[in-house]
């Protein structure tokens, strides 16, 4: 941001923050950093191909030009560059991986590319190993590898293009389809990354234009003393793992006036188990897209003495983020955060222990961490969050702001906070082992201009176009333990598109009340079983204003879908079920064409509510909605399906829970006319030890249609089966039209089952089975469908 309100502050900080944290000031690059030059070319190579509208003939991809320009590198003098040049109207160059040499420069002039060859083969670590997805990944070569290459580098006003949304060679998929689909199938991908680096002290990056990278663009590992300068990095923010630039286990390292979108960290500090990394600067960048400016997740190697300034972040998923946990976890410590932009960015700040959920003894810690002179423009989620009490966090906020925090929510644990000496509007809430403090002489702050801080990014319109399919990922991904972009469910719901999303939810219980009006959202569980991801709330019709203001999950939007998941409400689980306001949902769901899927519905009473939409005050005319539960187990013990919409439950389990007695269904119709019915085909109706006394159902109003369809009944049926509303009160029974057909089990009465149900024909019960029931919706299609296209729940 040069010349911007945020660096004249910078500059008139200095003394205050040298009073205030005299070891700040070593966080950062130990070199004396300045604008790096072109040097001399050795060798001029001039391009011998050309690609109309990005796009290369099938001849010319396989015209490569990595032997010769490998060959200028290999004979390249000390000190010099190997310069890439348009002639005429060809300027693209060709090339599978190639290797730097100590001092050699490789130098892509302006109006020149280098595209990275779609040939899977070229990148072979083993046979076959590249362009696959499996267990292992990690099978490719990287284009440009600088290994124990000092004083080598990259530069020029040109673009290196990995061409990561062009479809392979031999294949009928992109490198971000195989990225995309390792996620999906909780797997990984073989891809290659643009250029990595390992231990080649004082590299450099300059001006260079990295696009569309498979993978990675920049991993620097073991290197001291790394600039990247005027680096521009684009890649679509839907193109997973595509980092910009990730320094590992190095120290000395600036990365500055440089422009950075993605579809990952723009930024990641690393320091595994190759050692610690320590005295960097970021600085006078700007980040779009991407998660944002990282530390971690590897820390256990040690992590200290680091500088971000002069950062504007625009539209990225997370600000500012320290990231580990128990599996490679370690000390992160003399940290600066200073002259720092937001907007649009949904996690302006997330430091976290809790990155996955792995185990171990490797315990991460964030101690000595400033943020100064930080304003967050628009509303999001903070996390601030130590291990325990002997791993707390501890941060200082120096004239830290956010504009919408009435919107936003928090999270902070085993935290030391201080305050000031400048005093922002933002304070961390308090939690379990928190403490807040003030410095000693604290005065009111006043927040950092940041209007002229948010450029365009910045197209080098002087290179070839490119060409590549842009991933259309509607793929959200929440995770409680951040590994996801998201960390709540409803928050993905939110940043879902209006036409809908797969939202990829990880393991763990999601305790939150979520609202979905949004048509085609998907909800996939990601653990092994349904019991492994649950989202639940504990509100009660009493504490809620109403029985369907309990519900823990809402659905309106048309075509929603749901696997491998749990949904509960745990009222009746933690305050005594009385007969009035315990009611307590877990699903009310009034969606059409939805299809639940191995999904458990929990609670006791009123679990499940099945209903249809815009039903008027005279209860003359309501929008049939279509609902089909598959393999699903629904646990409660009143009215525990209830409603009016027109649902089938195909292979469920029913269990009934502990009451005096109970019922299964509360079906209802708001008139004679209404297209409304519960059917059940192929179910069983089990029960917790020792409840009895449990009916069928029971008419919620007139006119109620419940069938059940070869569906085994244990013994805590009653005989009768079928029961009025309020026996001696309400008459709704002889309006109803229960029925079963071919009942087995202990609780299987028909010759003892109430008068007024009906016992089915062959032929009667045919009209009932899911091909029938649904005459203009082909629900099982459509499961097989959604099915095929989420193998990680088939």
């Not at 996955?356 to 991460?364: C, E, S, T």
């Not at 598109?497 to 990880?506: D, F, K």
């Not at 009340?513 to 990601?526: E, Q, T, W």
């Amino acid at each position: 941001m040069p010349g911007s309100p945020l660096r004249r502050a910078s500059v008139a900080l200095v003394s205050a923050l040298i009073a205030l944290c005299p070891a700040m000031i070593h966080a950062q690059d130990t070199r004396h950093v300045v604008e790096p030059h072109f040097p001399a070319a050795c060798v001029t190579l001039t391009a011998h191909l050309s690609a109309p509208g990005g796009k290369l003939t099938a001849f010319e991809e396989q015209q490569e030009d990595t032997t010769r320009i490998q060959q200028a590198i290999n004979h390249c003098t000390l000190g010099h560059a190997v310069e890439l040049r348009s002639s005429g109207e060809d300027d693209i160059f060709l090339s599978g991986p190639l290797q730097l040499r100590r001092g050699i420069t490789l130098r892509v002039d302006s109006g020149t590319a280098l595209y990275a060859s779609r040939n899977p083969r070229d990148y072979d670590l083993t046979p076959g190993s590249c362009g696959v997805v499996n267990q292992r990944g990690h099978g490719c070569k990287p284009l440009i590898t600088a290994d124990h290459a000092p004083g080598s580098g990259i530069m020029g006003n040109g673009v290196i293009d990995g061409r990561g949304g062009a479809t392979l060679l031999g294949q009928k998929v992109t490198w971000w389809d195989l990225a995309h689909q390792a996620k999906i199938r909780d797997l990984n991908q073989s891809c290659p990354r643009i250029l990595v680096i390992n231990r080649s002290n004082n590299f450099i990056l300059y001006r260079i234009t990295l696009r569309n990278s498979p993978n990675f663009h920049v991993l620097l590992n073991h290197t001291n003393g790394f600039t990247a300068w005027g680096v521009r990095i684009d890649t679509p923010a839907t193109a997973r793992n595509t980092d910009g630039i990730d320094p590992a286990a190095s120290e000395n390292v600036t990365i500055t006036h440089s422009y950075i979108r993605d579809g990952d960290d723009d930024v990641a500090i690393k320091a595994g188990t190759g050692g610690s990394s320590s005295h960097m600067t970021i600085s006078d960048d700007h980040f779009y897209s991407g998660h944002g400016m990282s530390i971690g997740s590897e820390t256990n190697g040690g992590v200290r003495d680091i500088l971000v300034e002069n950062l504007s972040l625009d539209g990225t998923t997370n600000g500012i983020r320290i990231k580990s946990d128990l599996s490679r976890g370690g000390l992160v410590d003399h940290v600066t955060y200073r002259n720092i932009c937001m907007r649009d960015v949904p996690h302006p700040i997330l430091l976290t222990p809790h990155y996955a959920r792995k185990h171990g003894n490797l315990v991460p810690q964030y101690r000595d961490i400033l943020l100064q002179n930080v304003h967050i423009l628009t509303h999001g989620d903070y996390t601030l969050l130590g291990e325990d009490a002997v791993h707390s966090l501890a941060v200082q906020f120096d004239n830290v702001w956010a504009d919408d925090l009435s919107h936003s929510r928090m999270q902070t644990a085993f935290a030391h906070f201080t305050l000031g000496p400048a005093l922002g509007n933002f304070v961390p809430g308090s939690g379990t082992g928190v403490t807040i403090a003030e410095t000693q002489h604290p005065h009111p702050g006043a927040p950092p201009a940041c209007a002229n801080s948010f450029p365009a990014f910045p197209l080098n319109t002087s290179v070839p176009p490119s060409a590549g399919t842009i991933p259309q990922d509607h793929a959200l991904y929440v995770s409680k333990d951040s590994t996801g972009e998201y960390h709540t469910v409803q928050s993905a719901i939110d940043a879902a598109p209006a036409t809908g999303a797969i939202i990829h939810i990880a393991p763990g219980t999601y305790r939150e009340a979520v609202v979905i009006d949004k048509p085609n959202i998907h909800l996939i569980g990601g653990g092994p079983d349904p019991s492994s991801t649950v989202i639940v709330d504990d509100k009660s019709a009493g504490t809620s204003g109403g029985t369907l203001q309990s519900a823990t999950v809402t659905v309106r939007g048309n075509g929603f879908f749901a696997a491998n998941l749990t949904i509960a409400n745990d009222w009746n689980r933690t305050h005594t079920q009385v007969s009035q306001g315990s009611q307590a949902v877990a699903l009310a769901i009034t969606a059409d064409k939805a299809i639940l899927t191995h999904v458990r519905l929990l609670g006791n009473q009123d679990t499940l509510y099945a209903g249809s939409r815009k039903c008027n005050a005279a209860h003359t005319a309501c929008t049939t909605a279509r609902q089909l539960f598959s393999h699903c187990t629904i646990a409660g013990n009143v009215d525990f399906i209830f409603g009016n919409s027109k649902a089938y439950f195909q292979n469920c389990t029913l269990i009934s829970t502990p009451h005096s007695e109970g019922m299964i269904t509360a079906q209802s119709k708001d008139a004679p006319q209404q297209d409304s019915a519960f059917v059940f085909d192929h179910c069983r109706l089990l029960a917790e030890p020792g409840v009895t006394n449990v009916w069928l159902g029971r008419p919620w109003r007139p006119y109620a249609t419940v069938i059940f369809l070869h569906t085994f009944m244990g013994p805590q049926i009653a005989a009768a089966g079928w029961r009025e509303w309020h026996p001696g009160v309400t008459h709704s029974l002889a309006t109803a039209w229960f029925a079963e057909f071919h009942s087995t089990g202990p609780g299987a009465y028909p010759a003892a089952r109430e008068p007024y149900s009906h016992q089915l024909t062959a032929s009667q019960q045919n009209r009932f089975t899911l091909a029938h029931f649904y005459p203009s919706w082909n629900a099982e299609a459509d499961l097989i469908r959604l099915l095929s296209l989420l193998p990680a729940v088939q």
